[in-house]
């Protein structure tokens, strides 16, 4: 359990009563919560509870988990790369077949090429983990603006006007930025889905960051090794 998760609870209490007033009676206007809304297109409401179930854990253990399978990238190179103890014709086809794989799993070389079926995987190890830092950075953020809003005089201004008796009128009595519960739950909501849209804003970055890496590895094309190019006559001469 993080910081979001103490603070969701009664945050989704909050944010029900400025969704009412929201629905109900609208926004003052010229207010910031016109673009958010069109630009979110969500309540605050909805836009925290499809936020809260993002979790960093997972995507950390994916990560975790991805990285040991590299290893048998590595150990499939070092068999590819022992010593043929016959020559020929089949054998010289072997061998180029052989290194092509091997060129394949890691790109060869002393380190493994991004573009390799191991690169790809690690790429893929690395924007697990990244998604879960922008996850776990993005909850932490997300609980601050909660926090001070629950404790804001504008929640107060919310939590009476809903909770008042039928009849009571919701709309500000000092303009836009004043104490009426409208201009209140507007305050909430801008602040809110400010932090919403900055939070999706960075994971559009860290994708259109990490795209290149993710995409499939090129077409692989294996050495024919029955072709005419290794040899007609199929002889096989042992080493001792």
């Known amino acids: 359990m993080d910081v979001l998760d103490r603070v969701a609870g009664p945050a989704r209490e909050l944010l029900a009563r400025v969704d009412t007033l929201l629905v109900g009676n609208g926004a003052p206007p010229g207010h910031p919560i016109w673009p958010l809304l069109r630009q979110v297109r ?6 925290v509870a499809a936020f809260v179930v993002v979790r960093p854990e997972p995507l950390a253990a994916a990560g975790a988990a991805i990285r040991p399978q590299l290893d048998g990238y590595a150990e499939a190179v070092d068999v590819l790369s022992g010593r043929l103890d016959w020559s020929g014709p089949a054998a010289q086809a072997y061998d180029a077949a052989r290194r092509t794989l091997a060129t ?17 995987l690690a790429a893929t190890a690395g924007y697990a983990e990244a998604v879960a830092d922008w996850a776990a950075l993005s909850r932490a953020g997300l ?9 804001s005089a504008e929640a107060v201004a919310v939590r009476t006007a809903v909770d008042a008796e039928p009849g009571w009128s919701a709309f500000p009595q000092f303009g836009p930025s ?22 999706t804003e960075r994971g559009e970055e860290l994708l259109d960051r990490w795209r290149p890496r ?10 024919d090794v029955a072709s005419p190019g290794a040899g007609s006559d199929g002889t096989i001469r042992l080493r001792y």
Request: no cysteine; charged share 10%.
């Open 42 to 47: 969500a309540l605050p409401g909805d836009a």
């Open 104 to 120: 394949r799993l890691t790109g060869g070389g002393g380190g493994t090429d991004p573009d390799s079926l191991a690169g790809r």
């Open 143 to 151: 609980a601050a603006v909660l926090a001070e809003a629950l404790g």
């Open 178 to 199: 004043g104490p009426g519960a409208v201009g209140a739950a507007a305050t909430i909501a801008a602040a809110v889905l400010t932090t919403i849209l900055e939070i």
């Open 214 to 223: 993710l995409a499939p590895a090129g077409g692989y094309q294996p050495v």
